[in-house]
């Protein structure tokens, strides 16, 4: 079992900056891919950022130069910088994690989710 817990959630104003964390325990071998998503109010979850390895990044366009996604793999953490956010990057933003655990069976977690809500 692995648990994906997020942090850094908050209050920003747009314009501001704000970095989300996420920490990945448990039953770990490998993760390949780890991403954020975001879910507003009355819409669906959907992707922001996602990274494989420690250099393929990927972004949703609507982010693309305000955002960035890393990872520190000897934590498995991934990072999620927010610079210029703007009212409509509010939302609860959700950690995916994908990867083998130690008897080499994949896994595909989520995190409890962070609110971040953006005031103009």
């Known amino acids: 079992q692995v648990q994906l817990v997020e942090s850094g959630g908050g209050l920003v104003q747009a314009g501001g900056s704000l970095r989300l964390a996420c920490a990945a325990s448990g039953n770990i071998f490998k993760i390949n891919l780890m991403a954020w998503h975001r879910q507003a109010p009355g819409k669906q979850r959907d992707l922001v950022a996602s990274i494989i390895g420690d250099t393929e990044a990927n972004y949703v366009d609507s982010v693309k130069g305000r955002f960035t996604i890393s990872r520190d793999n000897a934590k498995n953490t991934v990072y999620l910088q927010m610079n210029t956010p703007k009212p409509e990057d509010t939302g609860v933003y959700y950690c995916?994690?994908?990867?083998?655990?130690?008897?080499?069976?994949?896994?595909?977690?989520w995190g409890q989710g962070t609110q971040v809500t953006v005031s103009s």
């Open positions: 995916n994690s994908e990867g083998l655990d130690r008897m080499l069976r994949g896994f595909d977690s």
